[in-house]
């Protein structure tokens, strides 16, 4: 039986990143969950849980996290980066885009994903051994169906640009460190259900296979089986969970 793991969830207060926060919790496992707020995520003082609340799109920031981690559990052994940084008018169409916000979103997200994984990489370098999952998107590496959305609802431009970067920066990254004892993979979802417009989710509904849009647990299993040794041969993966949508 594996030993519980010392795991860094970045994002931990949101759909996906709340979900895994308490699945790994369940299962034995350390947490600390590192978000600029945790209004739906609260401390159980019982459990192996630890709450790091700043803005990680700081790097000064994302290194105290580390630091605050390492001074909580003296190690870690995964970070999971679920983070979604974004500006207040994020989800203009391309016509009303900002060239200012376009940059800040650009690079709290594609950017801090690299300085996030930077971090990381160095202290696991030292350790001979981590484990690296970044989260990306079906919309990394395929275009939205434009017919399917409505007038209440867009995909942006700059989500699929920042999406397809981390899919590269995961391959980069893998094939970078190599035989360094180091694994990083990424999760490419399709829609999560977050009370998007009925209409929107009938259309997406349509192309895929049973169950459509998918709620953040259905995501769990996955990453629990990229922390543990089952999946010690998996790197620079790209692991799309779409059910059917991209077929």
């Known amino acids: 039986m ?3 793991k010392n795991i860094l969830i ?3 207060n949101g759909l996906i990143g709340k979900s895994l926060s308490q699945y790994l919790l369940s299962k034995g496992h350390n947490v600390i969950c590192g978000d600029i707020d945790f209004k739906n995520l609260k401390k159980n003082n019982k459990r192996n849980i630890f709450l790091f609340k700043s803005d990680l799109s700081k790097e000064k920031n994302i290194e105290k996290f580390l630091k605050f981690g390492l001074k909580k559990l003296g190690s870690i052994d995964a970070f999971i980066h679920c983070l979604y940084p974004k500006t207040k008018d994020w989800g203009k169409e391309l016509e009303k885009l900002k060239q200012k916000s376009l940059n800040i979103n650009l690079e709290n997200h594609l950017g801090g994903t690299i300085i996030f994984s930077k971090h990381l990489i160095k202290y696991f370098s ?5 484990n ?3 989260f990306s998107s079906i919309y990394g590496f395929a275009s939205p ?3 399917d959305y409505t007038k209440n609802i867009y995909s942006t431009v700059e989500y699929g640009a920042i999406k397809s970067g981390i899919i590269s920066i ?3 990254l893998a094939k970078l460190y190599k035989k ?6 990424c999760i490419s979802p399709g829609g999560i259900k977050d009370n998007q417009d009925k209409k929107f989710i009938k259309n997406y509904n349509k192309r895929c296979n049973s169950k459509g849009m998918l709620d953040p647990d259905d ?3 996955l990453v629990f089986f990229l922390l543990n040794n089952a999946s010690k041969h998996i790197t620079g993966q790209n692991l799309i969970v779409d059910d059917g949508w991209s077929l």
């Open 132 to 134: 690296i999952i970044l």
């Open 219 to 221: 995501l769990n299993d």
């Open 2 to 4: 594996e030993k519980n």
């Open 126 to 130: 030292k350790r001979k051994k981590g």
């Open 10 to 12: 970045s994002g931990a």
């Open 180 to 185: 360094k004892g180091l694994r990083i993979n």
């Open 170 to 172: 995961t391959k980069y």
């Open 145 to 147: 169906n434009f017919e």
